[in-house]
């Protein structure tokens, strides 16, 4: 059973820096992209950063310059690096796997989402 475990979320002030990990789980055999996305109270959920297997990356123009997404393949793990916090980064952040196989079925490409981890900047 594949499992996404996010953590590192917090309470941070204005203009500090959060580090979340994700870490999947459950015989993977690869992964294409993995990304992170988040949805703060009211709103719907938006692509904050992905990267493919292969280290390229994009990011929302919202976090450009400030957030650094990164993966260690070898540990199935998606890191996201967050500087200069703002008050409107507040949200519940997910991690997101797509493009899943598993070693026990690797013919089989799903796509799954970790439960979520909260931000919240102070000001």
């Known amino acids: 059973q594949v499992q996404l475990v996010e953590s590192g979320g917090g309470l941070v002030q204005v203009g500090g820096s959060l580090r979340l990990s994700c870490v999947a789980s459950?015989?993977?055999?690869?992964?294409?992209?993995m990304a992170w996305y988040r949805q703060a109270p009211g709103n719907q959920r938006e692509l904050v950063a992905t990267?493919?297997?292969?280290?390229?990356?994009n990011y929302a123009d919202s976090v450009k310059g400030r957030f650094t997404i990164s993966r260690d393949n070898a540990k199935n793990t998606v890191y996201l690096q967050m500087n200069s916090l703002k008050p409107e980064d507040t949200a519940v952040y997910y991690c997101h796997a797509g493009g899943l196989r598993t070693r026990i079925d690797p013919f089989f490409s799903g796509d799954y989402w970790g439960q979520g981890t909260q931000v919240t900047v102070s000001s």
């Open positions: 990267m493919t297997r292969g280290g390229s990356a």
């Open positions: 459950g015989s993977i055999f690869s992964i294409n992209d």
